[in-house]
């Protein structure tokens, strides 16, 4: 798969459990069409996990719907072990809901 600049990105300050504090991109690549024919979606979580995770679908609408899905059911694995998200200069609580619908 070839790399493709970000399509989405969200930048949240994320609050470990033991309250050290870091900003996380959250990021989703434009859907691109592989070789047999299904999409495909780059996402990453930025200082969160530096791995980047490649989420399909039948078409690129697909695609990129369940890489956002992808990415707020892993912020909210994070959440479950006691990590924290904000957003904004006023530090707005921010929810994995806010994501992706069905979160």
């Not at 990021?27 to 299904?38: F, H, I, S, Y």
């Not at 495909?40 to 990129?64: H, I, K």
Request: glycine share 6%.
């Amino acid at each position: 798969m070839s790399t493709s600049a970000n399509f989405a990105e969200r930048v949240w300050l994320a609050v470990s459990p033991d309250g050290r504090e870091c900003q996380v991109a959250l990021r989703v690549e434009a859907p691109l069409q592989q070789d047999r024919g299904e999409w495909s979606c780059a996402v990453s979580l930025g200082a969160l996990d530096e791995r980047s995770d490649t989420v399909a679908g039948m078409d690129s609408w697909q695609a990129l719907e369940q890489a956002m899905f992808h990415v707020a059911k892993r912020i909210q694995s994070f959440e479950r072990l006691g990590w924290r998200f904000y957003w904004g200069p006023e530090r707005e609580v921010a929810s994995p809901s806010e994501l992706s619908r069905g979160v």
